[in-house]
Structures are given as C-alpha cells and as structure tokens.
Nanobody, 122 residues
Framework: VQLQASGGGLVQAGGSLRLSCATS?????TGWFRQAPGKEREGVSC????????YYADSVKGRFTISRDSAKNMVYLQMNSLKPEDAAVYYC???????????????????WGQGTQVTVSS
C-alpha cells in the first residue's frame, strides 16, 4: 500500500487546514500521526473502513474530524481551531488488518506516507 499525504501549510492560530491522504491498495485502518521537533510521534486520529468508526486523541477532540471517501481512496483530516501546539509534521498511516480503537500505536501500522508540515503561528 502506498500513501501520499498533502495539505499542510502555514496557518494562524484559530485557523483551519484539511490534510489529505491518498491510498493505493486495500486498507482497513487509516490514521494520522504527528511529530513535532524533539517529541515522540503521536497518534492523532484514525478511521476504520468496516464501520467508519473513528478515534481521536484527547488533544484534538472537538477540533479535528477524520473522514474518508472510499470511491476516491482518500482519507481526510479536517483541522479546525488550530493551536500553536498542533504544529508538527503530519503522517498518514494504514494497515489492512488493524481495527483502531482507543489508542494508536505507530508500530501497529504497516504502511506510511511521507509527512506534510503544519505550521501554526500565534
């Protein structure tokens, strides 16, 4: 499975961005992770193909929304009310067997896209 992330950029605090992840091949769980300089990679959100169930890290609940368009093989992350602490390189990841639920572990995902930079100015 190949993944292609896009949509990052520079935005002011309080603004919005939508990240896109183009997938090729079958995936079940597709997730977004982020990594800021000097910090560990953090699971942000995930969606399951079988039932469209979703997971969000507490830090983004109520502000980020993950969705997918199966016809286009796309997964999106709509990010609203962005904060400076949301700034990071965002990665999409996928796995054909994983059912993501209450915690995202990077090691559970078998395929990764390149990162897309999100910068939030205060």
């Amino acid at each position: 499975v190949q993944l292609q992330a896009s949509g990052g950029g520079l935005v002011q605090a309080g603004g919005s961005l939508r990240l896109s992840c183009a997938t090729s091949g079958f995936t079940h769980a597709t997730g977004w992770f982020r990594q800021a300089p000097g910090k560990e990679r953090e699971g942000v959100s995930c969606i399951n193909r079988s039932d469209d169930s979703t997971y969000y890290a507490d830090s983004v609940k109520g502000r980020f929304t993950i969705s997918r368009d199966s016809a286009k093989n796309m997964v999106y992350l709509q990010m609203n009310s962005l904060k400076p602490e949301d700034a990071a390189v965002y990665y999409c990841a996928a796995d054909p067997d994983l059912y993501c639920s209450d915690y995202l572990s990077a090691g559970d995902f078998s395929s990764w896209g390149q990162g897309t930079q999100v910068t939030v100015s205060s």
